[in-house]
């Protein structure tokens, strides 16, 4: 290996720079290179009497500052010298916090990240001469290594061709990890250093996959070894402190494992760990909470025993347990309050690899820190939060210091409709580029989680044999309260619960005191969805009552009921304690309207027994995780708490803190990759490669794909409409599948928000439209005509209006050059599919024949390596 030390690495950069340059002058020392180039996990291992375990486990500041080294130079030159280049290869090769246990790469060290970051920052301020000089001493230095090694030579000068920093990085990583190279065999930890170290190049690669599979395939054999010589000993750890240390010791040591990627046997391992670490003698020393990271790893990995020793947990709980997620990245999360809203997110922040500090406008240093960062401008305050993420882009832009959005994101919670047009203009002053941006609306947001995971069509009747002789059903959606959440679902049901007219009739309701005052709104906003500018708008209903606590509430269910629509109510007017209340009282009186019939036949009481095992769904916004938790499984008094309806109140919690605050709802999770893909397939980028926004250039990254990301993020309408797409799936799958078979193979709870959300739901999903094929009870035609009848209601839902011919002509002749209108939100193609051009129906058209690919985010992740299963020939079973 490159037999080069940090020290004569240096010396030969000062070289290139004059005595006066402030280059040279920050780097002279070793103890300025350390500052400038090291990571601050790097330098504290280095200056500190610190092991990686330490580093690890606890934030940099923590570790004691009295017992710093005098010289960095001693750590590599003394008698413990090789000790520390182990240590920091250790801190280099950990995969702990990485939920797949792989190794870092050269493309995903979080280290080498920010060394890479660290030198082009200090090259930003040498000239392009001396900037020729340290290329060409580089270049010398390559030459020197092939006759040490040749091996490396190729990969070095796959660095050098990458950039001059990545070269410079290769010479730093290889100074700090020197000894390491120098044994004689070639062991797993040595070849997944080499991927961190240098870069590999293209003929390389295939070389180095081979020989990764054969280290993988090797180490699930040892693993299986190991746990099967430990069965016997692992049913006696209640007994026998002996059998559970060895237990215990057996499988940390399995996942310890190098290149051990078996998901089934790291799941077994860190089960085994968990159960361990509750009885002696362990217990008592290992913290709850990281018995409980064993047991959530574990559960990562779907390993049956965790899964249900997690519903057993979650089921006794009286409190909600937030998860703790895990992370590959080592990073820095930035807040500017402290309210319930960073505290739950904290929560679920990954601690191994992640720290909180409070957000410094002024200290530039804080945003160049860590390689990866998350700012949480969470505060009550929303202008606050605009005016926290504008101070925070303007460091960036005036000090040009754009390489660093690729490792940030920023998320606001503010009113996305008051904000989003300042932060499409901050945005564009960016020079070109893009920081990924979230707004959180929590009103919105609560809505589009109840109509996406709990959705309105779950008790619609179902296609089978007979579905064409069913009479059309009539969905009848009913908003009950007045806030600013009632009236975000009243405007995102109006265009996600469309259906074909021959299939599925829609109707919206709004019941409260006064509904005019939602209506009035909603006039106002969106003119177009409430004046039925379209043919095929949705049917919009005021519902007046006296008031929610007189008997007007339970009189209006009632008469609802008796039309013989499939009712969904969904409260959303008060506190958590009030909405549940209200909530309480609708499924009281929807389930006294079946029994107190008088005079009833036979008939209908066989009729009225059927109807009370599927009862309509009643929904309540719960922002409170432990109350929301609670309402699962409320106790009716004297009755034994069960799952008919009888002893259930069966109950629909939406807007949990844990639906959108959580470490890994936080961006959107599921949702934002789907809306991601979906804005990738308009904008012709082709599907089948993994892309990423935070591709540095090493990976599959091409031009379509960074433009594509560029123009999702830097427009709030672009992320908005793809997150329409992504929120109307279920019911593109539904109108699809209806009447040819059973969406879901097993039966689902519409209390289960994951039933359609899951990879390998979707995976499913992608499947099932595979092999459909020819066998669709529907044309591409028809397809195509709702979709756009969907798109058309989510843009009177946003407040545009149709522009017909003649009023497009003047628009576009006093200067306008697009034809839709985005100052007046006018659009051309808001009108019947019919009237639509070819190339606009091929928008369409060219969107639903990508939704296997959407649904599988083909943009994102590369497809399994394994044969897409049809199962054509299963018989069709009911949803119901």
Request: with cysteine; glycine share 4%.
């Amino acid at each position: 290996m490159a037999q080069i030390t940090l020290q004569e690495f240096s010396q030969e950069i000062q070289q290139a720079f004059p005595e006066n340059s402030p280059v040279r002058k920050k780097i002279e020392t070793i103890e300025g290179f350390a500052l400038e180039i090291f990571p601050k996990q790097i330098y504290t291992l280095v200056k500190c009497r610190a092991t990686a375990e330490d580093v690890l486990k606890e934030n940099s500041e923590n570790i004691r500052i009295t017992e710093q080294r005098k010289t960095i130079w001693r750590v590599f030159s003394g008698n413990n010298a090789a000790r520390r280049y182990q240590e920091i290869a250790k801190l280099l090769l950990d995969r702990r916090a990485n939920p797949t246990r792989e190794y870092a790469t050269w493309e995903s060290s979080p280290y080498r990240r920010e060394i890479t970051e660290r030198w082009s920052n200090l090259l930003k301020e040498t000239s392009p001469k001396e900037k020729e000089n340290l290329s060409k001493r580089m270049e010398a230095l390559i030459r020197k290594t092939a006759d040490h090694d040749a091996s490396v030579l190729k990969r070095l000068q796959t660095a050098k061709r990458i950039s001059l920093e990545a070269c410079l990085t290769c010479f730093t990583l290889t100074g700090l990890t020197l000894t390491c190279f120098e044994q004689k065999k070639d062991t797993a930890e040595l070849f997944a250093l080499k991927q961190i170290v240098y870069p590999s190049s293209s003929d390389e690669k295939e070389k180095d996959r081979n020989i990764q599979e054969e280290l993988r395939k090797k180490a699930a054999e040892n693993a299986k070894k190991s746990l099967a010589s430990i069965e016997e000993e692992f049913g006696r750890i209640t007994l026998s402190e002996a059998a559970d240390r060895t237990c215990f010791e057996k499988a940390r040591g399995v996942l310890d494992i190098p290149f051990l990627e078996d998901s089934f046997l790291l799941g077994k391992a860190n089960y085994i760990l968990y159960r361990c670490s509750l009885y002696p003698p362990y217990v008592g020393r290992i913290r709850e909470k990281e018995a409980l990271r064993y047991l959530e790893t574990s559960i990562s990995y779907s390993y049956p025993d965790a899964l249900e020793e997690y519903r057993l947990f979650a089921e006794r709980s009286l409190t909600y347990h937030a998860k703790e997620a895990s992370s590959d990245k080592t990073g820095l999360c930035i807040t500017n309050c402290d309210n319930e809203y960073t505290e739950f997110c904290l929560k679920t922040m990954p601690c191994w690899t992640w720290s909180r500090q409070e957000y410094r406008p002024d200290d530039f240093g804080q945003v160049l820190s860590f390689p990866e960062k998350r700012y949480l401008f969470f505060s009550d305050d929303t202008h606050q939060n605009f005016l926290d993420a504008l101070k925070l882009l303007e460091v960036i832009r005036a000090k040009k210091a754009y390489e660093l959005l690729r490792h940030l994101e920023i998320f606001i919670r503010c009113e996305e409709e008051i904000y989003g047009a300042l932060i499409d203009t901050a945005q564009n002053y960016m020079e070109g580029h893009v920081a990924r941006i979230h707004l959180i609306d929590d009103d919105k947001s609560a809505a589009q989680y109840l109509l996406s995971h709990h959705p309105l069509f779950y008790h619609l009747p179902v296609g089978g044999k007979n579905s064409h002789s069913v009479a059309v059903p009539t969905l009848h959606f009913v908003v009950v309260g007045s806030d600013l959440c009632a009236e975000w679902l009243v405007r995102e049901a109006s265009w996600i619960m469309t259906f074909s007219s021959e299939t599925v009739r829609t109707k919206i309701s709004v019941l409260c005191p006064d509904p005019e005052t939602v209506i009035g709104r909603l006039k106002a906003k969106c003119p177009g969805m409430v004046r039925a500018e379209h043919p095929a708008a949705n049917e919009i209903k005021d519902v007046p009552i006296a008031s929610f606590d007189s008997p007007d509430l339970e009189d209006t269910v009632r008469t609802l009921s008796s039309k013989g629509d499939y009712l969904y109510f969904a409260v959303s007017e008060g506190s958590d304690e009030r909405n549940l209340e209200l909530a309480i009282r609708i499924r009281q009186q929807l389930i006294r309207n079946l029994v107190l019939k008088e005079n009833a036949g036979n008939k209908e009481i066989e009729e009225t027994r059927s109807r009370l095992y599927s009862l309509p769904p009643v929904a309540f916004r719960c922002k409170n995780p432990d109350v929301a938790n609670l309402s699962r499984h409320m106790v009716i008094s004297n009755i034994r708490q069960g799952d008919a309806w009888h002893n259930n109140y069966a109950l629909i919690s939406f807007g949990s803190l844990d639906e959108r605050y959580s470490w890994e709802n936080l961006d959107g999770g599921i949702l934002e990759k789907l809306a991601l893909c979906t804005h990738m397939q308009y904008c012709a980028v082709p599907p089948g490669t993994s892309h990423s926004y935070a591709d540095d250039g090493q990976g599959e990254q091409d031009q379509g794909a960074a433009e594509a990301f560029r123009s999702y993020y830097g427009s709030q309408y672009n992320m908005d409409s793809s997150l329409s797409v992504a929120l109307s799936l279920p019911y593109r799958l539904f109108h699809m599948f209806r009447a040819h078979r059973r969406l879901v193979k097993k039966p689902w709870n519409i209390l289960d928000g994951d039933a359609y959300y899951s990879r390998e739901t979707l995976q499913e999903f992608g499947e099932e439209l595979s092999a459909l094929g020819a066998k669709s009870n529907y044309s591409t035609d028809q397809l195509a005509r709702w979709e756009h009848l969907r798109w058309t209601r989510y843009m009177f839902a946003r407040g545009w209006l149709p522009a017909d011919d003649g009023q497009i002509e003047i628009y576009r002749g006093a200067g306008c050059t697009k034809h839709q209108l985005h100052i007046a939100r006018l659009h051309p193609m808001l009108r019947e599919f019919d009237r639509l051009k070819e190339e606009e129906k091929g928008i369409d058209i060219s969107n639903l024949t990508a939704t296997r690919d959407i649904l599988r985010l083909a943009w994102l992740e590369k497809e399994p390596e394994k044969e897409l299963q049809k199962e054509l020939e299963e018989p069709e079973h009911e949803l119901m």
